[in-house]
């Protein structure tokens, strides 16, 4: 009799197979228990028939297995019957067993000597959307989604590396954010999300900032086709872009109040700059704004900080052990950074240069060669109390020409009310100054996405972007001015341009033209407090150095008019001094000396500068620097020194 299916057992069949169980010996035995397992596996017994069947063979005297010897052997030629039956799961064959996406979750069959398990459920919903390239081929990856304990879908783009070794990045970051899998089921997890094919494809960016004609963030993606681009940042990320409030809000309660003060002006434009690099075709820079007082500075930076979101700043000194990872996660946005004196000098010498190249350090992998460099664009504006030339001064360095139009020193205490002009009608500086950064707690984030959103669209940004900058750049350029004065006045023009063009996007509410007259006016305070247009600011600081040199270390040089015995007496000798009345003062420097009155100049800049104020000798006819002095002394061995510094001093 051949087993089949049946919705009423059959009692006729029923009582033929107790039969033959109350009659069965040794030899039939395991054919029986295949039989009566293909009719309890197709439902011709019911369990009770079943169990009954169990208790005749377990009665059977011949066969001497007893009850539950009999179950258990009927259990494992069920088991087995089922197993060559059933083949293999469908779903998702990954290196450890086989997965299905089902309304309620990944089910999961593992396999077994003899086919798989039953499937159990081990993951709420995730799913492989995409697979994640980067134009560099350098950062492939997968995109997910999943549900958290709330519900709520969530999407992930995630690096590929992750699921190097232990593949323990993968697990820790989605337990993170909600997904409540399997506890042990880790591994499955990690093999499923390896395993599943995806046909899609989605460009992908470890930095912030524009790919192709698209703007990547870690919050929202900006241009034609932004779905199929996604951030995907290989290491944690400390990007603060976040919204409060409506633009109307910030708007009337953040961006109407720097009106009227240039300072506060210029620095929210600068919050809009770094989008314009790239187009612009220019490196990247910063502001300084710097002032031995409280002034407002750290309002005005706060204030720049609201296009973006909350406390989108950072400390100086946080930010010096992570540089290259703030940049990054700032490429083409905004970086704010507060507290200059918390760092060290030499700290922000590199940081000035770092920030501004747009490149992070060389390093060397394991195999000796070099990795990949990390690189950016980006616009940051700082706050202290010390400008960068005395900051380095007082760690004995020289502040070099390229950093200062790097970072760029605003003072902003240079207004009515220290870093303000216009109160708008309150009390005073500091009222004004609680009143604005309170608000940009409040209304915060909606600038910026809507900026991003016009930038992103046809003609956001105009083709004549670079022409334009240089029209507002001369207008600003005074008379004679150097190549420094002009690379920095191109600098302030990017950011009058930027704020001009969120203006005619209605992002500001500002006047067109206001953006312009405030970068204006803060770069003229630039240039006086630079020392003028003419590119004579080295030569200045190498002067200063100089006379500093010359009236604290007086007791290095010794006199001319020597006594005998005495020519070797004076403790690191720089050179002599000679201030006879019938001999024209002067300070006689050998060459290799001279260096050390301007520690961190060259010979041949000490003496451009001093030459240009007539304080050191003009060479002679044949070109030689030499003077020759005698030394009223027997010691007439002495080098004799080459050249001669004045000052009326002497």
């Excluded at 912030?208 to 990320?237: H, L």
């Excluded at 010498?349 to 920030?355: E, I, R």
Aim: overall charge negative; charged content about 20%.
């Amino acid at each position: 009799m051949s087993a089949t299916a049946q919705t009423t057992p059959d009692t006729d069949v029923f009582s033929a197979f107790e039969a033959k169980a109350q009659a069965a010996t040794m030899e039939n035995y395991t054919a029986l228990l295949e039989e009566l397992a293909a009719y309890t596996i197709n439902d011709v017994f019911d369990p009770v028939q079943r169990t009954l069947l169990i208790v005749a063979l377990g009665n059977n005297k011949t066969l001497g297995v007893g009850k539950r010897a009999a179950g258990n052997a009927l259990a494992a030629v069920e088991k087995a019957a089922k197993r060559a039956t059933q083949g293999e799961p469908d779903g998702i064959k990954g290196g450890r067993g086989v997965y299905s996406l089902r309304d309620n979750g990944v089910w999961y069959s593992k396999p077994t000597t003899n086919g798989y398990s039953e499937p159990v459920c081990i993951s709420p919903h995730l799913q492989v959307i995409a697979e994640t390239y980067d134009t560099t081929d350098g950062n492939n990856g997968r995109f997910i989604e999943f549900k958290d304990t709330r519900g709520r879908l969530k999407t992930w783009a995630m690096p590929a590396i992750f699921a190097a070794g232990d593949g323990v990045e993968i697990t820790k970051y989605l337990r993170g954010n909600g997904l409540n899998f399997v506890y042990g089921n880790d591994k499955e997890i990690i093999d499923y999300l390896l395993s599943s094919p995806v046909t899609d494809l989605m460009t992908c960016s470890d930095r912030t900032g524009w790919v192709d004609d698209v703007f990547i963030t870690p919050k929202t993606n900006y241009g034609e086709n932004a779905e199929r681009y996604t951030y995907q940042p290989t290491s944690v990320i400390d990007n603060k872009i976040g919204q409060a409030g409506t633009l109307a809000d910030w708007q009337a309660n953040v961006a109407r109040y720097a009106q009227g003060n240039p300072l506060t002006m210029l620095a929210l434009s600068s919050a809009f700059t770094g989008a314009l690099l790239k187009q612009s075709g220019m490196m990247g820079f910063g502001l300084h704004l710097w002032s031995s007082s409280s002034d407002g500075k750290s309002t005005t930076m706060k204030t720049a900080c609201s296009v973006w979101g909350s406390e989108f700043w950072q400390q100086w000194l946080s930010t010096s052990v992570g540089i290259e990872g703030s940049a990054y996660a700032h490429n083409d946005l905004f970086l704010a950074l507060d507290e200059i004196g918390e760092a060290t000098a030499q700290t922000v010498s590199a940081t000035a240069y770092a920030l501004a190249n747009g490149e992070g350090k060389r390093r060397g992998g394991r195999d000796g060669n070099a990795k990949i460099t990390k690189k950016w664009r980006v616009v940051f504006l700082s706050t202290g109390e010390k400008s960068l030339d005395a900051l380095m001064k007082e760690a004995g360095m020289v502040t070099r020409a390229g950093q200062e139009v790097r970072m760029i020193n605003v003072r902003s205490d240079a207004w009515k009310h220290g870093a303000f002009n216009d109160l708008h009608g309150m009390g005073n500086g500091s009222v004004f100054a609680e009143m604005l950064e309170a608000n940009t707690k409040k209304y915060y984030g909606t600038a910026g996405d809507a900026w991003l959103y016009a930038i992103t669209q046809p003609g956001g940004i105009p083709d004549d972007i670079s022409q334009a900058i240089d029209a507002i750049r001369e207008t600003m350029l005074p008379e004679d001015a150097s190549g420094q004065v002009r690379r920095v006045a191109r600098q302030f023009a990017l950011i009058a341009y930027a704020g001009e063009l969120a203006t005619k996007h209605g992002i500001t509410g500002w006047k067109a033209g206001e953006a312009t007259a405030a970068a204006k006016e803060c770069f003229d305070s630039w240039v006086d407090d630079f020392g003028g247009a003419d590119g004579k600011r080295e030569h200045r600081q190498v002067i200063e150095a100089v006379e500093s040199f010359l009236f604290s270390q007086i007791s290095r040089f010794q006199g001319t008019n020597l006594s005998e015995g005495s020519v070797y007496n004076i403790k690191d000798r720089v050179g002599f001094v000679r201030n006879r009345p019938e001999e024209d003062g002067a300070f006689l420097v050998p060459t290799a000396q001279l260096v050390k009155l301007a520690e961190g100049y060259s010979k041949e800049q000490i003496i451009a500068a001093l030459r240009t104020v007539d304080m050191i000798n003009a060479p002679d006819k044949d070109g030689k620097n030499a003077i020759n002095i005698s030394l009223r002394a027997e010691d007439k061995d002495l080098n004799e020194p080459e050249f001669g510094i004045s000052h009326p001093s002497i």
